[in-house]
C-alpha cells in the first residue's frame, strides 16, 4: 500500500533530550512537509521539502531541524531548545510542491509529550 | 498575509441538519483551496477542494461556496450525519518565494447529535 508512515505513534522526551520523528513515504513525491498541530490552533508549518537536499524553514522552525537525504524520508528532529514540544506531530507530502491542484497526503502523526 | 481565518470553533449540528463552516483569506496569491477533514488521532485527509475560478463545487453531501471578490469560501455539510463528527481543517494553497505552501484554518470541531 502507497501511503505516508509516521513512527512512533506516541514518543515520550525526557527534559534536555533531543528526540528524533521519522517520516517515511513511497509515493514517490518530491515535497515534503512537517506540521504541529496543537488545540485550537490547527496546524502550523515547521519545515518543508521541495527536493532532496534542499528544505527550507516554516513558520515555526525554531527549535527543530531535518535533514532530506533520500527523497522517501524526512526524519524531524525536536531538539532540546523546543521549549514547549508536546505536541502532535503530522507529516505530508505532494507529488510536487509548485503545482497547483496538488493534494497534501498527511500520515497518522507522531504524539510528543515531555515529562 | 498568509493567514487563513477559520469559524466557528466548534459546531453542533442535529443529524440531517446543515454544517456550515466559514473561511477568509487575504492574499490573492492563494490558488487552490482544499478542506480536510480529521478524526482523533488521525492524521487530515482531503474532503473536497475548488480553484477560485469556480463559485460552488458539490461532491455528494459536501458543497464548498467560494467568494473571490469577498476572499471568502466556506464549507457545507448537507444532511449531516454522526459519522460525520471531527474536525474540519480550511486550507490555502499558493506560490510564495519558490516554493509552494498550504496555510491551514485553525480547525472546527463539528459534532453531529443522533
Known amino acids: 500500500d502507497g501511503g505516508i508512515t509516521q513512527s512512533p505513534k506516541y514518543l515520550f522526551r525526557k527534559e534536555g533530550q533531543n528526540v528524533t520523528l521519522s517520516c517515511e513515504q513511497n509515493?514517490?513525491?518530491?515535497?515534503m512537509y512537517w506540521y504541529r498541530q496543537d488545540p485550537g490552533q490547527g496546524l502550523r508549518l515547521i519545515y518543508y521539502?521541495?527536493?532532496?537536499?534542499?528544505?527550507q524553514k516554516g513558520d515555526i522552525a525554531e527549535g527543530y531541524s531535518v535533514s532530506r537525504e533520500k527523497k522517501e524520508s524526512f526524519p524531524l528532529t525536536v531538539t532540546s531548545a523546543q521549549k514547549n514540544p508536546t505536541a502532535f506531530y503530522l507529516c505530508?507530502?505532494?507529488?510536487?510542491?509548485?503545482?497547483?491542484?496538488?493534494?497534501?497526503?498527511f500520515g497518522q502523526g507522531t504524539r510528543l509529550t515531555v515529562v | 498575509q498568509q493567514q487563513v481565518k477559520q469559524s466557528p470553533q466548534s459546531l453542533i449540528v442535529q443529524k440531517g441538519g446543515i454544517s456550515i463552516i466559514n473561511c477568509a483569506y487575504e492574499n490573492t496569491a492563494f490558488d487552490y483551496f482544499p478542506w480536510y477533514q480529521q478524526f482523533p488521532g488521525k492524521g487530515p485527509a482531503l474532503l473536497i477542494a475548488i480553484r477560485p475560478d469556480v463559485s460552488e463545487k458539490k461532491e455528494g453531501r459536501f458543497t464548498i461556496s467560494f467568494n473571490k471578490s469577498a476572499k471568502q469560501f466556506s464549507l457545507h455539510i448537507m444532511d449531516s450525519q454522526p459519522g460525520d463528527s471531527a474536525t474540519y481543517f480550511c486550507?490555502?494553497?499558493?506560490?510564495?518565494?519558490?516554493?509552494?505552501?498550504?496555510?491551514f484554518g485553525s480547525g472546527t470541531q463539528l459534532t453531529v447529535l443522533p
Open positions: 509515493l514517490n513525491h518530491d515535497a
Open positions: 486550507a490555502a494553497s499558493g506560490v510564495f518565494g519558490s516554493a509552494r505552501q498550504l496555510t
Open positions: 521539502s521541495q527536493i532532496v537536499n534542499d528544505f
Open positions: 505530508a507530502s505532494s507529488p510536487s510542491g509548485g503545482q497547483m491542484n496538488t493534494e497534501a497526503f
